[in-house]
């Protein structure tokens, strides 16, 4: 089993920066997948970006790309999302959630953290 908790969200100006980060606990993470993905209100859960925890690649929506970093530290068992130059359209509940490597399907996920972005 994992936990994941986010922290981080909040309101910030369009064009402005956040930081989100994900506490994990629990098992290893040895051959999953951290990923961050968004839901806007009425609006389905969409990708954001994901590092694969063994070998810190990463990918990204094209919607974010340039703008926003995802990073882990292993010693401290954590994954942050570095968001710059933020859009009112990056306004959503962001959540944190793991899968195996490989799979389609995120197995485990946090509460999700709001972030609104202002016009």
């Known amino acids: 089993q994992v936990q994941l908790t986010e922290s981080g969200g909040g309101l910030v100006q369009a064009g402005g920066s956040l930081r989100l980060s994900c506490a994990v606990s629990g098992r290893t993470l040895i051959n999953y997948v951290m990923g961050w993905l968004r839901q806007a209100p009425g609006k389905e859960r969409d990708f954001v970006a994901a590092i694969l925890w063994s070998e810190g690649r990463t990918a990204y929506a094209d919607s974010v790309k340039d703008r926003f970093t995802i990073s882990r530290d292993p010693t401290k068992k954590t994954v942050t999302l570095q968001m710059n130059s933020l859009k009112p359209e990056d306004t959503a509940v962001y959540y944190c959630?793991?899968?195996?490597?490989?799979?389609?399907?995120?197995?485990?996920w946090g509460q999700g953290t709001q972030v609104t972005v202002s016009s």
């Open positions: 959630a793991t899968k195996p490597r490989g799979s389609d399907v995120y197995t485990s």
